[in-house]
């Protein structure tokens, strides 16, 4: 199977629309985020995440993935690039800890469909972000569907990519938890389908004036007959460009 289809997916720590959880306190009228993603399954793709308020408690989201693997494109040249962009509609409640972010993203390029050139809209991606915290605790949960709109290779299919990420806050600069995350397959043209990876593991994440986060995850990938890696390791810097 080609490797830029067993690479797809969305990523990340606090993912691809992901607001740091320190914006989810001050609700502000309006933010601009930049995510910094490595890890030793994608590589790295930066991803941007904004929104502005419609009413009380709901914000209009929109967000952007950067893909810059070369296997999710032509690695020879550089050309035909992933790209993927969405939008969505961002709830707070539970006194402003917590927060629920539906949203629905397009694909642009040719890792779902594995056509030969990229394709504009090539695929969907419907999911939710759900983030809390208090004082004490803080957790992020994840899920999303990538769904082929133009199938066109033997290796075009459809993902799922969800994780559930639960942790202590020690203090406002300190927190530790538990990364757990899966990724799988669910159709493929011609083949079977199976899960990817199955990640297991822990983080620590430091925060600096509530605007600058840093998380680093390393665990275990405990699924069988995996085509990637028995470690796994993260590294997600979050940057609020809102005043």
Known sequence: MKIKTILIALGLLSGSIAYTQDSLVNDPTSTFEIFLNQDNAFGFYPTVSGSFKLRDNISFSFYGIFWTNPSFGNPFDGTDTWLETGIGLRYLTLGKHLTVNPFVGVTHGKVLSDNFEAILGEGIVPGILVNFLDKRFEAEGFFSYYKALKSKGRDSGDYLLYWLLPGVVLNPHVSLGIHFEGYNQVRIAEGEANVRYQKF???????????????????????????????????????????
Do not use: M, P, Q, W
């Not at 822990?202 to 028995?230: P, Q």
């Open 201 to 243: 593991g822990g983080y620590v994440k430091f925060t600096v004036r509530e605007k600058y986060s840093f998380r680093f995850s390393a665990g275990t990938n405990t699924a069988e007959n995996s085509t990637y890696a028995k470690n796994f390791y993260k590294l997600t810097v979050g940057i609020l460009l809102t005043e």
